[in-house]
T-cell receptor, first 114, second 116 residues
Framework: ELKVEQNPLFLSMQEGKNYTIYCNYS?????LYWYRQDPGKSLESLFV?????AVKQEGRLMASLDTKARLSTLHITAAVHDLSATYFC??????????????FGTGTRLTIIP | GAVVSQHPSRVICKSGTSVKIECRSL??????MFWYRQFPKQSLMLMAT?????????EQGVEKDKFLINHASLTLSTLTVTSAHPEDSSFYIC????????????FGEGSWLTVV
């Protein structure tokens, strides 16, 4: 059974600081997704990582994937208040199939303090 | 704009009644869609895979007779919660993708169900 764990579960950080959210998963997969969820809302896609060593960046967020370690990271640079949200990683588990079911991590609730 | 749309966004129903939630892909055809459930402050759990033209595939522990899924066309899947109970109150979200590897998997806006 695929398990996906994130840490930390809760993160409170000051504006301007850097931090990393970690996502570990238990079985082999080379497809890792990151999503953002605001309170009461659905999921917004941030990154799709499809191979070992993949790195993607958008604004103050950068995601990477190490399939050998079964680890993905989401790095936040110089945090701003607008980044406050819950962040989920999710692992794809349908081989050779783009439209696939996802197993989600526990989520990291990020609060940026002015 | 949204590429996967859900309706209704919020619904309140009485115990024992049934509620239907629709999920539509707006810009692409989807032979497969997925239904998830999210309780407050928790993660998303996959409920079932909706397959156009065939029966849905349910995850372990999900009652297929309670959560009826119909994939009527290449752009529409429906989830019907039958004989709803208060414990069915949750946020229900569907997902779909154009299907090519590397495509973003899009989620609908979600549907808040409250059973009173």
């Amino acid at each position: 059974e695929l398990k996906v764990e994130q840490n930390p579960l809760f993160l409170s950080m000051q504006e301007g600081k850097n931090y990393t959210i970690y996502c570990n998963y238990s079985t082999t997969s080379d497809r890792l997704y990151w999503y953002r969820q605001d309170p009461g809302k659905s999921l917004e896609s941030l990154f799709v990582l499809l191979s070992n060593g993949a790195v993607k960046q958008e604004g103050r967020l950068m995601a990477s994937l190490d399939t050998k370690a079964r680890l993905s990271t989401l790095h936040i640079t110089a945090a701003v208040h607008d980044l406050s949200a819950t962040y989920f990683c999710a692992v794809g588990s349908s081989p050779n199939f783009g439209n696939e079911k996802l197993t989600f991590g526990t989520g990291t609730r990020l609060t940026i303090i002015p | 704009g949204a590429v996967v749309s859900q309706h209704p966004s919020r619904v309140i129903c009485k115990s024992g009644t049934s509620v239907k939630i629709e999920c539509r892909s707006l810009d692409f055809q989807a032979t497969t869609m997925f239904w998830y459930r999210q309780f407050p402050k928790q993660s998303l759990m996959l409920m079932a895979t909706s397959n156009e033209g065939s029966k849905a595939t349910y995850e372990q522990g999900v009652e297929k007779d309670k959560f009826l899924i119909n994939h009527a066309s290449l752009t529409l899947s429906t989830l019907t919660v039958t004989s709803a109970h208060p414990e069915d109150s949750s946020f229900y979200i569907c997902s779909a993708s154009p299907g090519q590897i590397g495509n973003t998997i899009y989620f609908g806006e979600g549907s808040w169900l409250t059973v009173v």
